[in-house]
């Protein structure tokens, strides 16, 4: 990744664009350190530390703490992934969307493209206003006003439109993937700070004090960070084959006289990724899973009492709560699996184009091998995610204390960080770079 970032940097075209995509996240980051008017940063930071295993937890994650501290870009980009997950699946269940997409051409991607920004405003504004009851009923507020309430929500919302109008400037202007460049941006943003807790973890040790002189810090040996290296690196290796890992069916296309010419004949594959959903399944399973502990958290509850006892069955660190985790995961995961890949319309394909997968018919027979297939391979993809997603409640079960860079953040710094050279690969190959050719 280094060596292609450092030839891109020869090259006076993708200069610029990194260049761009560099201020563009200047100006994210910059954002990031402003407070709204009228909050009690303070209190709220308190606040959010309770909440670090419930879904406002994730979502401060994913924005980078932006959401502890009431920034302007305290939603972050979750408006806008929220709303282009809304637009594709409200296009395969709205035949107008459909038709839209599939027949409108460049036309109609801009037209889907504009109900995805109106989408994500109107979801930012609820968002905005969701978040702002809940410091007034908390009292987090220094004004609780009217004057106060149209402030917050509303820079709450701008800051969320003009972020992702910053997402689309570095995808047309800058090296691409916009939106995961700024969620990648937000995850990498908390990394310093994780060192300096393990740094100051590891000088507490040495002087002889435990984790009761400061419960903030994870107290641990020299030897303990170390494991946590080799463990994180051990992590990212499997992440990476993962990602690049896919099943290749051989597809072989019969031989055709058009005029004078014979055309087809040749072979070639059919690929189909180990994990084609991407990190979605566990965005969207933590969401679910962890609802019922994000309510409990709102709740006053007595010591003892039956909704106490309640509370910590569906705790974030419970048995039952790892169960219902592992199963939505595999949900979601064969979900996002039918969506992105039918099988009919795989077959219909290439028996258009006189293409079979040899020792099976066209039509039905090879729709079925495909979905069979379909359906192992995501099974596989789908228990590698619950995996890499459920160790780090298991380690923070263990070490008592929980895991700030878990495996859902792994997923996207690595996604985002493969994703990225190869965006800069193919510029370079665009350009007949003669030195990556070689």
Known sequence: MIKTVREAWKIPELKKKIIFTLLILLIYRIGNAIPVPYVDVDLLGQYFTQLSNTVLGLYNMMSGGALSMATVFALSIQPYINSSIIIQLLTIAIPALERLARDGGEEGRKKIASITRYTTVAIALIQGFGYYMLMRNNSLLTDPGLWAAIVIIATFTAGSAFLMWLGEQITEFGIGNGISIILFASIISRLPKGVSNLSAGVRYWNRG??????????????????????????????????????????????????????????????????????????????????????????????????????????????VLYCIIYFLLIVAFSFFYATIQFNPIEVSNNLKRNGGFIPGYRPGKPTADFIRKALNKITLFGAIYLAIVAIVPIIISVFTDRSVSLGGTSVIIVVGVALETVKALESQMLMRHYKGFLE
């Open 209 to 318: 004090l435990t984790k009761a002189d400061n419960p903030n810090l994870f107290v641990l040996p020299p030897w303990g960070v170390a494991l946590i290296i080799i463990g994180i690196l051990a992590l990212t290796v499997f992440i990476v084959f993962i990602y690049n890992a896919e099943r290749r069916i051989p597809v072989q296309y019969a031989k055709r006289v058009v005029g004078r010419k014979m055309y087809g004949g040749q072979s070639s594959h059919l690929p189909m990724k180990v994990n084609m959903s991407g990190v979605l399944p566990i965005i969207f399973a933590q969401s679910i899973a962890s609802l019922p502990a994000t309510i409990g958290a709102f709740c006053r509850t007595t010591e003892g009492g039956p909704g106490a006892v309640f509370l910590r069955i569906i705790d974030t660190d419970s």
